[in-house]
């Protein structure tokens, strides 16, 4: 069983940073690809960044070269570093990891971008 922590997100003004983090319970190895999901009011939960265990990312065209997504193996740890935030990133973050099993998600965490 793994359980995923997300924490990190807060109310930032335009152009801000925030970095995202999910703490995994357990080896982060375990997971052989970590995802960033977001939903916003009204909204379908989207995919913003994905990473593998070879660490190879993608990123949705929306956030690509404002956000980089990483994770610290021997944290156990991902992160979401998000850079020139825009009112549209307003939404909660989530993160979700895959094992040879099964699926996993957090609880999430709310991202405000608002002067």
């Known amino acids: 069983q793994v359980q995923l922590v997300e924490s990190g997100g807060g109310l930032v003004q335009p152009g801000g940073s925030l970095r995202l983090s999910c703490a995994t319970s357990?080896?982060?190895?375990?997971?052989?690809?970590m995802r960033w999901y977001r939903q916003a009011p009204g909204k379908e939960r989207e995919l913003v960044a994905r990473?593998?265990?070879?660490?190879?990312?993608n990123y949705a065209d929306s956030v690509k070269g404002r956000f980089t997504i990483s994770r610290d193996i021997a944290n156990n740890t991902m992160y979401l570093q998000m850079n020139s935030l825009r009112p549209e990133d307003t939404a909660v973050y989530y993160c979700?990891?895959?094992?040879?099993?099964?699926?996993?998600w957090g609880q999430g965490t709310q991202v405000t971008v608002s002067s």
């Open positions: 357990g080896s982060i190895s375990r997971l052989y690809v």
């Open positions: 979700n990891g895959l094992s040879s099993t099964r699926e996993y």
């Open positions: 990473i593998t265990n070879g660490d190879s990312t």
